[in-house]
């Protein structure tokens, strides 16, 4: 019999402005991935639609509401702290509030996908990016 794996479910959101979207780099006191460029992220909540978590984490990061695609632009299989994850990745425009960073971030850019690829060393998340930014609205 083989081992049951668990993993951890997380969403990505790409929110644009324009043809930028934005970027986000990790407080330097984070357990995972300390100080590393990445776009609005977190885990999805038990009982809660992966979409869901994808509005309520941009909220959470930005301060502003998206609308978000209904698809995701992808997945991809990822670690979190040696747990396997699974990213799933919208995209999205912002709707309404001020932009602002939680305490989770430490500094913010409105980025093309050349120059998100250069800060962001994640390959997958990377990609995602480049396969959001092709999608016609």
Known sequence: MSETTY????????????????????STSKAVAPGEWEAI????????????????????????????????????????????????????KGLDGELRLSSEHQAKAWVTEDEFAQLCSYGELVDAARQAVKLPW
């Open 7 to 26: 993993f951890v479910v997380a969403v990505a959101v790409f929110l644009f402005r324009g043809n930028r979207f934005l970027a986000l780099r990790r």
């Open 41 to 92: 992220s977190g885990k999805v909540e038990g009982g809660e639609l992966p979409q869901e978590a994808a509005q309520r984490e941009t909220y959470e990061e930005s301060g502003m509401t998206v609308a978000l695609d209904n698809r995701p632009v992808t997945a991809y299989q990822a670690d979190y702290g040696g747990d396997p994850m699974i990213v799933l990745v919208y995209r999205g």
